[in-house]
Every structure is written in structure tokens, then in C-alpha cells.
């Protein structure tokens, strides 16, 4: 290295001559150009910006120049040596970027891969039905009322209007339970029965209760049914009460109206026919607009429904104004309430709801028929 | 109900154009669920005739015998020659009377006659059978008709070949309905029309002539006509009319006098019964049959008869159950039926006669024999009609078998006074939610016959036919259902306000969505079980859930118990899952279960003029088994799957018991779990399951793995696991909301811990002791190794933990940390004998 130049003797210093900068700087970016690897990149820039680097060399000797030529000397190595390591610095950036992107690439997956090593479980669907048609009447300030599947035939029958010699009480196909001691049950004894609807609970809501009573009375009820493609002997209800002043048919019919919307949507309605219960008077079979066809097949060989067998209507299930003798067994005034009730069968909105072809389908617990309905319906 | 129309038409005048769907719409709209109408002779087209065969040729050169015959058919023809026909059945002959289609006619299916030539003549039309008219199924040969018809008469007409049948389901308030008196008076009403009424008939006095009656019972039997015709031809033939139109309704004939009966109860809807005068001996009476007296019904089946049921008496005892079948002794007997010592019957008693619906439905349930008569008398039938179905009765007896009616009628009747109700002319606006006026309702009340007074307050007198007409609301209903119930409005009432879901049922949904979201597939199983499934289970004599309801009236003899435990039905679904196919399997269901003392009283029967007293509701609710909810889960195969990333991991006795964890804290509680030996677990890896109820400790279930022994004899896969658990106990046992935790922002302090202790301490006692011990600092506690092996000695292990430990407001010093780790290690040293590891 040269010595300092405190005489302002014009010298020449051999490494600071223009042409042997601009060089230096040259050669440093072509280096740095051609560097096509992070560990190349490393010894060019060992090479060409270290310590031991031509720029870093010269820019030493600066001393050696007479006081008017430092400035100059000084500036053209500064710019060099900014210019290096400016480039140094994008292509360290860019040879970096390039690396990432190969571990990148190299890392990729295929997403399209399964996953499912615990498989995700599910509620059946009658289960999440019934919740959903709770919540309708919840969300309208009904509560849900429940009771004991073994019941008393009082609740099952004698309060529901349906007397000992009452034909509906052969017809309906019950369950009777054995007394503890053994023996048959005549038909005069009081017994037990698998309730053969919900209905006891809405004689157990009127009698813990004062009016007005509102209940929605989900559950499940038994009959005698060899399990088919269309039967079952265990199945599910929901029922619903409303028992307060002034109640009409055309509170029933809204109320009816109400749930098939919430349930299908918009547009839909129901239509009643006179029918016969013990337990309401008057008394209405229910039918709903079917949810397939929404009525265009009426007539219409070319666009046959299964649903509704090209009716136009499907059967929901029963309906009617309380009776009033359940109103006395009750102990409810009937002079002062009146109510209505309507029940139908869930597995039935569920094969027309969800396309079921089959009964057994909802009974037999195959995890392939329930896990795709998960946790909502 | 099987109701032709044609004979509907009869009694209303209905418009030509008016078809059978129609009348099934209106009938439906006014409550008569129409099933089905069924129309018959369609694509049948004439000319069919009578024909009069007037020679037979047998032509025998070929494979089968045929006829080639010569008919009459009157000018039909067109000639008046006879036609030359050639036929292949035999069960007529010359002189018989036979339906003819001639040539441009068609049978239905569309089968075309013309004259052809066959079997070397030429054949111009056929003579018909039964079936090739399409009326009937029968195949037994041509139909050969009463010898009165002309020939060339029109046969389609004659048969009443094309008709419209409604098949209708008559519920069981509507009696009235199954005649076709009382669906015409429906079909008259729907389309505003006048009804001929056939039970208005001309009846004579009665007089003390008739054959004696003498009725007992008086309250179960209050009507009985009998009327008597003698001379009855035996020979006589029911005509074709009569035998279509019962055929079309349903029934069968038999015999002229049978037939009679059967057409005058389709007709007026009184059961009638006919009895043989010479095999009667003595008076007819009316009791309750003696215990031990034995009777022969008509359908053969000798019966030992109630105390309670009602017999139809003569002087030998019963010959007959009242109202639901005849006895075989006085039986009517048709000519061909006629043997040696029981002549063909000539003289016939009619029996029209009214029992109480009670009386009738019980005996028809007691001997599970249920006839026409007997679905009519349950059902209510008008009293009023009995007289003129016998006069009806008797009348066709005198016209189509020669009979004469004896003048004798004997009438036993006891005054009943008309049934009124009142009911506010309001009434059926109030219930309907619609303002109907006065006049309508009269108008309404009156059209199905009753007859109405008053002017606010209406006095209402039902008709004998409608017994189900006793409340305003019964009222209310036929005006309203007459009015339309498709012109009902629909509006909504207004509830008091709602509080949603109780937490109970709150807690049933969440257990079921925790269990889902945890891989479980909900699976309801029917609560029928058989008592060996649970001694597959492995259930030891004296356990409680032996003690089952039995159900009386089983669906199967093989599961006629109801369950006490979910795990019978839950294991045979997982079975069935397995066959199928599926083998990783996680079940769970939520469901009742009964669980009877033994002890509980018979139930009692309130009656139901009032609210039973509180007394009878107690007694009412006793009687009933204890029907807890549980929730189960069943478990089978991998719990995580085997896939590319790797191996599965089998479902174990931890999945169980964890699925018990996760259940209890849907009501934030903790199970204390404590191994166990149950029945159907394997000895080594069950759980039992105690929640915590007011401060006592109650056991709430089970869980772990099943005893290889049930796995065996239930053909689970191997190691399959379940769990059960009271769910109502669970609940009970709730600590209410939870207390948010304190969350520290001050630094944490970790310390691991490794203790050996004998193999049969519990991790549950370590951890506590450890908890105890650490107090308030404690943040977390992680188990995070389980060893046993060489390093350490016999019959021990070495549990590993994680201590977090944090104070809510500093950081932890050296010493504390120190002095709380040194707390654990000294407590579960003194408590459980622990070492610390390596120490």
C-alpha cells in the first residue's frame, strides 16, 4: 500500500487509475451475473467485495492521491463498489427466490390425497329431524314435552277419549305388558302398554300445566307391524298441543301451514279432509302439497311422481280440535279452552323429504345409510 | 264399503255425466275416504244378448270336444235365425239361457268378434264366461242365466256389465256408512240432490201373530223384528240382478234367502239373519249365554261361549251369537244342499234386530270373530230400520223365491227417546274460526237429518242413524266439514312467550353432537330383546337387568322382553354393520330403558268425567317402571384408519372409556373411574363409572373392553368395546354453569416428573395426590409415559408427568417451583409408596 500523500505531489497510483477501477467494478458484476448458485454467489463475493477484493484494494490506496484527487478517486471507487454490492445483494435476493421456488416444487403434495382417519360420525336422522321440528315450534313459543314410552293405558287411551270397548282400541295394534305376577290382562283390567302414539304426553302436559299449553310432544310410539319396506313397529311421532281460549280450525290450518314451509319452503300448504279420531272433534286427516312435484303431475301422465303417486297430495297424518271430553279428563274447562292437535309419523317425512325407498333403511343402524346426514338435517 | 255406483244411482238422481270419480271426490271432501274406484266392462261393446240354445251338435274329431250350436237371439240379429256358434265349454244345455256376443261386438282387452270359420263350421259370435266379460275371476264355463229372460235382450244392461265400484274406508264413527242408504244420503248432500230413502217402507202393525221372541236383556238388546215367510220355493235361483250386485259389493252368493239378507244389509245397513223354521224349537229368546254352553257358528268353529256374551236362543239353548254370527243348527239349507233327515228349507223366520254396540264388540274380540253384522253393530246401526229391513227382507223373499209372508209380526221394542243436543248456533263458527249464520247451520244440521229448534240457542235432534252425535262439537263438525274444510282460513295463534329447550333436552342434543363430532354413527335399536341375549352377555342370576317387562303380545317369541341395558340391540347392530362389510365401526344410541322393581302396583283406571285425582295420578305414575335414559356406544375394528399415511390404530377399552368422559362433560362433570369386574366386560379392562349425585357417590355405567366370551357367543369382532351410561344420573349430577378459568399472563414453569409405583395403583389415584399436593399453583398436569419393563423393578411402573405450574399474579420463583415439585413427590411417596424415578 501506498504511502499517504501529505505533499500533494501529483502521483500516480496504479489501482486507482480509472480504467483499472471501472474494470474492477466490471468484472464484479459479471461475476455476480454469472454466479448461478448461492455458493457461487459466495465466492464472487468473497472475490470481488472482501477485504481482499480488487475494489476494497484500491479503495485503501485513496490516501495515496494528492488532497485534489481524492475526491475524485473517492467517489469513482465509492459508486464501484455500491454498484457490486447492490448487485450483489438483488442477486443474492434473486438466487434465493430461485432456491425457495425449488424447495418449494420439490416439497409439493398431492392434495387431492384422502384424509379421513377418523371418520366423521353422525346423529341419525330421525333424531335430527325431530329436533328440527322442535325448533320451528320452539322458535313460536312452544315447549317440548315428554313422557314415558311404557305408560299406563289411562294416559294411552282412556283420557284420549278412547273407552275400553272403543274399536280404535283393537285397531290400533298395541303392545300390552305382561302384569309383574304373570297372567293375561282382560280387557277390563287397567294395564300397560308400549304407547301406541304420543298423545299420553299431551294428557300429561294438560295436567301439569294450566292453560294456555302450547307443547310439541316428539317421541317414540310402538304398534304391532312386522318390520317391511313401509312398517316398522317402532317408530317416531311428533305431536303438538295448543289448548287455550278461543283456539280454532283455522288456528290449526295456520299452525299446519307454518311447519310444512319451515320444513320445505315457501309455497307449500296443506289441505284438510274430515276424518275420525276419539280424540278430537272435529277431526282432520292432513295432507301437504307433495314436495316433488308440487302438484304437476295431477294429470299429467308424461311427469308421474312416486312421491304422491301423481296426486298431487301426500298424507302427513292426523288433526283436529281437542275433543272436549280430553279437555274434562284434564280437568280443563272446556266452556272456557278449546285446542287443537295434529300428529304425524317422521319416518314417513323422512322418506319423502330425504328420497328413503325403504323402511328398514331408518332401522337397521347401517353407518352407510346414516353417516351423510352428520349432525343437522 | 264396496258401493257401485249404478246402485248409488239409484237412490240419487244423479246427472248422467257425473262418474265415479266424481262422487269419490265429493265423498272424500266430505270426509268418506273413497280408496279406489274401480270400473268394470270397460272396453266392452255390444251386441251381447241373451241367447236361447236350441240344439247342441258334439263334434268330436278333434283334440277336445266342442260344440257347435244353434242360439236364439231374438231379432238381435237382425234375422231372427238362429245363430250358429261354436263353443268349447260343456256346463250348459239345450234350453238354457246363455249371454251372446255377436259379431262387430268386443270383449274387454279388446278382442274383436266376427264370424270365422273354426273346427270346419262357421262360428258367428261366442258364447261368454264370466271371466271373458271381465265381471269375475271364475273360470268354471259359460254364464247360463235364469230361464226367464227373452232372448236378444240386452245382456250389458241385464248384468249390469259397466259400472263404476268406490271402495270406501268408513271410520269408525260413521256406521251409517256401511249401507248404501247411508252413502247415498252422503252422495245427496254433496251434490244437493233429494235422497230416496229405501228404508222408507211401508210396514205393517205388529201383532202377537209372529213367532214368539222373548228378550231377556233388554238393554244390550233393544229391537227385534221377526217376521216369518212360509212356502219358500227350494228350487228357486237368485236372479241375475241380485247376484251382480252383490258380487260387485264384495260378497258372495249363496243361496237366495242368504243372498237376500246380505243385499237388504248392504242396502239399509241392518244385519238380518234367517232361520230355518222347521229346526227352530220353540221360542226365540235374547240372554247372556250360561258359562260352559258350547255353540257352532255358521263358519263350522264349535265355540265355548263368555258369560257375557249374548246369545240367540230356542228351546235348546243357543243358535246364535247375537249379532256377530248364526249357529249352524238352524242354518238355512238350500235345495242342493238338502240331505236326508234336514229337507230343504221352506218356511224362514227374518230376523231384524238391534244390539248394543258394547255387547257386540266385546263378544266379536272374545271369540276374534268379526263378521258384516258384527263391524255394523259396533259401528251404531239405526234402530228405526229394523222393521222395514224385515218388511224388505220379506218382500224379495215373496218375489224371487214364491215365499208368502206370513201376517204374524212380532216387534219387541223398548221406547227410546231421541237423542237432542244443544249447541249455541255459534258454536260451529267459534270452532271453525269462520262466521257461519244461523241459516247455515240449520240448513247444514237439517240436510243430514236432524231436525233443528231454536233460534240462538239451537235444539238439535239427531237421527236414529247418527248414535256419534252427541256433542255440540259432533255437531260442529258436520256443519263444518259440509261447509268445506278446504274454505277453512289459516291463521296463527300467539303462544305465550317460549323458553326453548329445557336442559335436559338441551343435553341430549349435545351428547349426541359431542359423540358424532367424535366419530360416532348414531344407530336407534328397537327396545325388544330376548332373555338370551343377556345370558350371552354374560349377565349373572341376581343382576338387576335380568328383571324385565315382558311383553303379552310379542311380535316375535324370540325378543319378547324389554330391554334393561342398550347393549343387546346396540351389539347386534354393530354385528350387522360388520357383516355387511363395514369393520371400523364407532355406534352410539341414546334411548329408554325399563327397569322394573317388581314391585310396582297394578295400574288403576280413573274414570274420565273429571281430572283424577292426585291420589290416582300417584298411583297411575307407581305403576309404571323406573325409564331412565341411557346413552351406549359400541365400538369395533380401527378407531383411527389404517391408510397411505400409515397404520390404523385399533379401537381399545380407552375409546370407551373416554367416550364416557366425553359424555359427562356435556354436563361439565367428572367421571371417577374405577376398574371393575361387569358383566359383559372383560374382567381386566372395565371401568365402572361413578358421577357424583348431592355428594354421594353413585355408579352412572360401564365401559371397556367385552369379555372374549360374550365377543364369542354374540359373533362380534374380536376385542370390540362399549361403554353405557345412565345419561339421567349424568345430568343429575351436573355442576350447573361453569366457573370461567383465571387465565395468568406471568411466565410458566415446567417440571417433569417420573414416578415409580406398585402396577396396581391407579393413575387416577397418582394424579390426584398429585393435584392435592401442588394445590393452586398447579396449571396443568399431563401424563405423558407409561413404563414397565427392565429398568424397572417387578410388579412396578413408572409414570410419567407434566407439571405445569403458574401463579395468577407473579412469576414463580426457583424455590416455589422447587418446593411444589418436592410437595408432589413427598405426597405421593407417603400416600402411594412412590419413588421418584432415577432418584
Redesign the interface.
Known amino acids: 500500500m501506498s504511502a499517504p500523500n501529505k505533499s500533494y505531489d501529483p502521483v500516480e497510483v496504479e489501482a486507482l487509475k480509472a480504467e483499472v477501477i471501472d474494470r474492477a467494478r466490471e468484472d464484479a458484476l459479471a461475476a455476480i451475473a454469472a454466479a448461478d448458485s448461492l455458493d457461487a454467489l459466495r465466492e464472487v463475493k468473497a472475490a470481488h467485495s472482501g477485504d481482499r477484493s480488487p475494489l476494497a484494494l484500491a479503495n485503501r490506496e485513496i490516501g495515496a492521491l494528492p488532497p485534489k484527487a481524492r475526491a475524485e478517486s473517492g467517489k469513482r471507487v465509492g459508486q464501484a463498489r455500491g454498484a457490486v454490492s447492490k448487485a450483489l445483494a438483488a442477486r443474492q435476493e434473486q438466487l434465493e427466490e430461485e432456491r425457495d421456488e425449488r424447495v418449494l416444487v420439490e416439497e409439493a403434495v398431492d392434495v387431492s390425497?384422502?384424509?379421513?382417519?377418523?371418520?366423521?360420525?353422525?346423529?341419525?336422522p330421525?333424531?335430527t329431524l325431530m329436533?328440527r321440528i322442535?325448533d320451528i315450534f320452539?322458535a313460536?313459543?312452544?315447549?317440548?314435552a315428554?313422557g314415558?314410552?311404557?305408560?299406563?293405558?289411562?294416559?294411552n287411551f282412556?283420557?284420549l277419549?278412547i273407552?275400553p270397548?272403543?274399536?280404535?282400541r283393537?285397531?290400533q295394534d298395541t303392545?300390552?305388558?305382561?302384569?309383574?305376577g304373570g297372567g293375561?290382562?282382560g280387557?277390563d283390567?287397567?294395564?300397560?302398554v308400549?304407547r301406541t302414539h304420543t298423545s299420553p304426553v299431551q294428557i300429561r302436559s294438560l295436567?301439569d300445566r294450566e292453560p294456555?299449553v302450547?307443547v310439541v310432544c316428539p317421541g317414540?310410539v310402538f304398534r304391532?307391524d312386522?318390520l317391511d319396506a313401509t312398517h316398522t313397529?317402532?317408530f317416531h311421532q311428533v305431536e303438538l298441543l295448543?289448548v287455550?281460549e278461543?283456539?280454532?280450525?283455522?288456528?290449526l290450518?295456520?299452525?299446519l301451514?307454518?311447519m310444512v314451509r319451515s320444513l320445505f319452503g315457501e309455497g307449500m300448504?296443506t289441505?284438510?279432509?274430515?276424518?275420525?279420531f276419539p280424540f278430537t272433534?272435529?277431526?282432520?286427516?292432513m295432507d301437504m302439497v307433495c314436495y316433488v312435484c308440487r302438484g304437476a303431475s295431477v294429470g299429467n301422465p308424461d311427469r308421474p311422481c312416486r312421491t304422491c303417486s301423481s296426486e298431487g297430495w301426500i298424507e302427513l297424518g292426523g288433526c283436529g280440535?281437542v275433543?272436549?271430553?280430553v279437555l274434562?279428563?284434564?280437568?280443563v274447562d272446556p266452556e272456557r279452552y278449546?285446542g287443537f292437535a295434529f300428529g304425524f309419523g317422521i319416518e314417513r317425512l323422512l322418506m319423502f323429504r330425504h328420497n328413503v325407498e325403504d323402511m328398514r333403511d331408518m332401522?337397521?343402524?347401517?353407518?352407510?345409510f346414516?353417516?351423510p346426514f352428520?349432525?343437522e338435517i | 264399503m264396496r258401493a257401485p255406483l249404478s246402485w248409488l244411482r239409484e237412490y240419487v238422481e244423479l246427472p248422467a255425466e257425473v262418474t265415479g270419480r266424481d262422487v269419490a271426490a265429493a265423498l272424500t271432501a266430505a270426509g268418506l275416504e273413497v280408496e279406489t274406484v274401480e270400473r268394470t266392462g270397460g272396453g266392452l261393446t255390444g251386441p251381447l244378448v241373451v241367447g236361447h240354445v236350441l240344439a247342441i251338435e258334439e263334434l268330436t274329431e278333434f283334440k277336445k270336444p266342442i260344440r257347435y250350436c244353434q242360439v236364439d237371439v231374438g231379432d238381435a240379429n237382425g234375422t231372427g235365425e238362429p245363430q250358429n256358434i261354436i263353443c268349447g265349454a260343456r256346463n250348459f244345455s239345450v234350453g238354457d239361457k246363455v249371454v251372446v256376443i255377436l259379431p262387430g261386438g268386443e270383449l274387454p282387452g279388446g278382442f274383436t268378434i266376427s264370424s270365422r270359420k273354426t273346427y270346419g263350421k262357421v262360428s258367428e259370435g261366442m258364447i261368454c264366461s264370466a271371466s271373458e266379460l271381465g265381471t269375475s275371476d271364475d273360470h268354471d264355463g259359460i254364464i247360463v242365466l235364469p230361464p226367464e229372460y227373452e232372448p236378444g235382450t240386452d245382456a250389458v244392461e241385464l248384468l249390469e256389465l259397466v259400472d263404476e265400484i268406490l271402495d270406501i274406508s268408513v271410520n269408525p264413527d260413521r256406521g251409517y256408512c256401511l249401507s248404501l242408504r247411508g252413502l247415498a244420503r252422503e252422495t245427496a248432500i254433496a251434490f244437493d240432490l233429494p235422497l230416496r230413502d229405501p228404508a222408507l217402507l211401508d210396514v205393517p202393525v205388529p201383532n202377537g201373530d209372529g213367532y214368539p221372541v222373548e228378550v231377556a236383556d233388554r238393554a244390550a238388546c233393544d229391537r227385534f223384528v221377526a217376521r216369518t215367510v212360509t212356502g219358500v220355493r227350494p228350487d228357486a235361483d237368485s236372479p241375475v240382478w241380485l247376484r251382480r250386485r252383490l258380487e260387485k259389493a264384495g260378497m258372495r252368493s249363496i243361496s237366495p234367502a242368504v243372498d237376500i239378507t246380505n243385499y237388504v244389509m248392504l242396502e239399509l245397513g241392518q244385519p238380518l239373519h234367517a232361520y230355518d223354521r222347521a229346526r227352530l224349537e220353540g221360542p226365540v229368546g235374547v240372554r247372556r249365554a250360561q258359562a260352559g254352553e258350547k255353540l257352532t257358528t255358521l263358519d263350522g268353529v264349535r265355540r265355548t261361549l263368555h258369560p257375557e256374551d249374548l246369545v240367540i236362543t230356542d228351546g235348546r239353548g243357543p243358535i246364535g251369537l247375537a249379532g256377530v254370527m248364526g249357529g249352524a243348527e238352524t242354518e238355512i239349507i238350500a235345495a242342493d244342499a238338502a240331505a236326508e233327515g234336514a229337507g230343504a228349507t221352506t218356511d224362514i223366520v227374518i230376523e231384524a234386530a238391534h244390539f248394543a254396540p258394547r255387547d257386540i264388540a266385546r263378544t266379536a274380540r272374545r271369540h276374534k270373530l268379526s263378521s258384516e253384522a258384527s263391524r255394523r253393530f259396533e259401528r251404531g246401526v239405526d234402530p228405526e230400520a229394523a222393521a222395514a229391513a224385515a218388511q224388505r227382507a220379506v218382500d224379495l223373499l215373496v218375489l224371487l223365491c214364491g215365499g208368502t209372508a206370513d201376517p204374524g209380526v212380532t216387534h219387541v221394542s223398548s221406547v227410546a227417546t231421541p237423542r237432542t243436543v244443544l249447541m249455541p248456533a255459534t258454536h260451529p263458527g267459534r270452532v271453525a274460526g269462520v262466521d257461519y249464520d244461523r241459516e247455515t247451520v240449520v240448513r247444514r244440521l237439517q240436510s243430514i237429518g236432524c231436525d233443528v229448534y231454536g233460534s240462538d240457542e239451537l235444539t238439535v235432534t239427531v237421527p236414529t242413524w247418527r248414535s256419534d252425535l252427541q256433542a255440540p262439537n259432533d255437531l260442529a263438525e258436520e256443519v263444518i266439514r259440509l261447509e268445506g274444510y278446504a274454505h277453512l282460513p289459516s291463521t296463527l295463534p300467539r303462544p305465550p312467550a317460549g323458553r326453548g329447550l329445557t336442559e335436559t333436552q338441551r343435553l341430549r342434543r349435545r351428547t349426541g353432537r359431542a359423540l358424532a363430532g367424535a366419530g360416532y354413527v348414531e344407530a336407534p335399536s328397537y327396545p325388544f330383546i330376548s332373555a338370551r341375549s343377556l345370558t350371552d352377555l354374560g349377565i349373572p342370576e341376581g343382576d338387576p337387568r335380568l328383571r324385565t317387562m315382558t311383553l303379552a303380545n310379542p311380535l316375535s317369541d324370540q325378543e319378547p322382553e324389554l330391554r334393561t341395558t342398550l347393549l343387546p340391540g346396540l351389539l347386534a347392530t354393530l354385528r350387522r354393520n360388520d357383516r355387511r362389510g363395514s369393520h371400523d365401526l364407532a355406534l352410539f344410541e341414546s334411548g329408554t330403558v325399563f327397569l322394573p322393581t317388581g314391585e310396582e302396583p297394578a295400574p288403576v283406571r280413573p274414570g274420565v268425567a273429571a281430572r283424577p285425582s292426585d291420589e290416582e295420578l300417584a298411583r297411575l305414575d307407581a305403576s309404571l317402571p323406573h325409564q331412565p335414559r341411557h346413552v351406549a356406544v359400541a365400538l369395533a375394528g380401527d378407531r383411527a384408519a389404517a391408510g397411505w399415511w400409515g397404520a390404523g390404530r385399533p379401537a381399545d377399552w380407552a375409546d370407551a372409556v373416554q367416550a364416557a368422559r366425553l359424555v359427562a362433560a356435556q354436563v361439565s362433570t367428572e367421571l371417577e373411574i374405577v376398574s371393575a369386574q361387569h358383566a359383559p366386560f372383560h374382567p381386566g379392562r372395565c371401568a365402572a363409572l361413578y358421577v357424583t349425585v348431592e355428594g354421594e357417590r353413585v355408579l352412572a355405567g360401564h365401559a371397556g373392553e367385552l369379555h372374549p366370551r360374550v365377543v364369542k357367543a354374540l359373533s362380534l369382532p374380536e376385542r370390540s368395546c362399549a361403554m353405557e351410561l345412565d345419561l339421567d344420573l349424568v345430568e343429575s349430577a351436573g355442576a350447573g354453569p361453569l366457573r370461567a378459568p383465571r387465565v395468568s399472563a406471568f411466565p410458566v414453569a415446567t417440571q417433569d416428573l417420573a414416578l415409580v409405583v406398585d402396577r396396581s395403583v391407579p393413575a387416577a389415584a397418582v394424579e390426584r395426590v398429585l393435584r392435592d399436593a401442588t394445590g393452586e399453583l398447579l396449571e396443568s398436569l399431563e401424563l405423558f409415559d407409561v413404563y414397565t419393563g427392565e429398568q424397572i423393578e417387578a410388579g412396578r411402573k413408572s409414570l410419567a408427568y407434566t407439571l405445569r405450574l403458574r401463579a395468577a399474579d407473579r412469576t414463580l420463583t426457583a424455590e416455589e417451583v422447587t418446593a411444589a415439585r418436592g410437595a408432589a413427590v413427598t405426597a405421593a411417596a407417603e400416600e402411594l409408596g412412590a419413588a421418584l424415578r432415577g432418584a
Open positions: 390425497l384422502p384424509y379421513d382417519r377418523v371418520r366423521p360420525g353422525a346423529r341419525h330421525l333424531t329436533d322442535e320452539t313460536m313459543g312452544y315447549e317440548v315428554e314415558p314410552e311404557l305408560e299406563a293405558d289411562w294416559f282412556d283420557a277419549n273407552g270397548d272403543h274399536p280404535a283393537t285397531t303392545f300390552f305388558v305382561r302384569p309383574p293375561e290382562v280387557p283390567d287397567a294395564g300397560l308400549l295436567l294456555p302450547y317414540r304391532t312386522e313397529p317402532v295448543a287455550d278461543g283456539l280454532t280450525m283455522a288456528d290450518k295456520g299452525t301451514d307454518h300448504e289441505r284438510l279432509r274430515p276424518d275420525h272433534e272435529p277431526s282432520a286427516e280440535m275433543n272436549p271430553r274434562t279428563a284434564c280437568g278449546s332401522v337397521e343402524g347401517d353407518v352407510r346414516t353417516r352428520g349432525m
